[in-house]
Nanobody
């Protein structure tokens, strides 16, 4: 059974850091591009960061220089290191896996940035 399980969300003050993890099971991670999306209340879900199966990474402009996506294929895990967090980063963060023929979503983890 395919699963993506996110963890690491929580409440953090502005300027703080969090590291999100997404553990994949039921498929082979290195064959998939892995992404983090987020959805804030009243807004559409947006792509935050992507790590392709070829090893390329890209980020939405608003997080460049602050967020880093990485993957450990041996552990079937993808990470999102988030530094210098801002109030506007508050959202539910979702892990997403896709290949040419398959796509899977995690259940999401809440990140709240507030003083």
């Amino acid at each position: 059974q395919v699963q993506l399980v996110e963890s690491g969300g929580g409440l953090v003050q502005p300027g703080g850091s969090l590291r999100l993890s997404c553990v994949a099971s039921g498929f082979i991670l290195w064959r998939y591009s892995m992404s983090w999306y987020r959805q804030a209340p009243g807004k559409e879900r947006e792509l935050v960061a992507r790590s392709t199966s070829a090893g390329d990474t890209n980020y939405v402009d608003s997080v460049k220089g602050r967020f880093t996506i990485s993957r450990d294929n041996a552990k079937n895990t993808v990470y999102l290191q988030m530094n210098n967090l801002k109030a506007e980063d508050t959202a539910v963060y979702y892990c997403y896996a896709d290949s040419n023929s398959r796509a899977y979503w995690g259940q999401g983890t809440q990140v709240t940035v507030s003083s």
